[in-house]
């Protein structure tokens, strides 16, 4: 028996050590859980994409009395993103999440389904997608949606 160990790195940041530029991109996701439409959990969920050209794509969760027929912030974010500007690699995502008249303090962990929407957002345009979770207590980034998805599947695995 052999055993693999995966390892996921990631950096926490206070709100004074990050740049401007995420600043500005956590900004806007947290606004755009102003726009989320989430009447049965009350989860209230934004996400703002930067792309290549330096556009910034907000989007949030929005829900339906049919619970699987609702989209996640991030999805939702993306899947605009793509249609908007289907030139145009997304190279960052920030996501924050407001319950209970506050924001989450432990960043806000994209659920398996968008995370397996990033990576292929990733591999679509062969790029990197910074990824930034917003929480009260701290921001997680990581650079690539594989720390966040170890064993990735991809179209790659099928032509192995
Ligand atoms: N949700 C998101 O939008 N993003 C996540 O990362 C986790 C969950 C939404 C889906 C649903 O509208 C609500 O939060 C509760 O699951």
Redesign the pocket.
Known sequence: MKELELITKVNIYDWDELSDSDRELVETAKRATTT?Y?P??K???G?AARLDNGVIVQG????NAA?PS???????TLFHANAQYPQQAVIELA?A?YCNGKFLKSP????GA?RQVMLGVEERYSRPLRVLLYGEDGTYVVRTVKELLPLQFTGETMTE
Do not use: D, K, W
């Open positions: 989320s989430a049965y959990s989860f209230f969920v996400a949030s969760n929005q829900e619970f609702g989209l996640c912030a991030e999805r939702t996501v999440a806000i962990p994209p659920c968008c």
